[in-house]
């Protein structure tokens, strides 16, 4: 079940992201010198606050527990996806292509041409999935202060 996140909610929702993302950041290198946040694993909650009020939140919930979050932002005609993140446990079970589907969704629904986000290209795995899901490479970007390549995908509706 996937539903709107309350402000007061978002303190759960940073832990879902950071234990999501931290297998990846351990894995391409992030630390705080070469990559705010470290790869969102460490976004403080006073940032996430903010991005509250201008982007919609949701929690993908599995037997009344939050195991995902999602966020998207609206821009012009183009929705883009902030956050897709699964609790580890959770992932490979379809909780992250029905958070995609649902982006999809919303983002028709709002008139959008396209959906776009942006992840570590080098993350082929993950790149694949979202190729899977319509997704394709748009822009590379090599950051002198990283290892690997940060990636645009976009997926038009």
Known sequence: MI???EKSELNDCLDIMKMSYEAGAIRFGMTEE???????????????????????MYGYFENGKRVGFL????????????????????????????????SKEEAKKRGCEKIRLGMVDDNIELKR??????FKTVELIHYATVTYTAGKMECIL
């Not at 932002?73 to 292509?97: R, V, W």
């Not at 999935?129 to 319509?134: D, S, T």
């Open 3 to 5: 539903k709107l996140v």
């Open 34 to 56: 070469n990559c705010p946040y470290r790869g969102r694993t460490r976004l403080p909650l006073s940032e996430l606050e903010k991005e509250f009020e201008r982007c919609q």
């Open 71 to 102: 966020s998207l932002a609206l821009s012009d005609d183009t929705m883009k996806i902030n956050d897709i993140a699964i609790l580890p446990e959770y992932q490979k079970n379809g909780f992250g292509s029905e958070l995609l589907q649902f």
């Open 129 to 134: 999935w979202y190729e899977k899901h319509g």
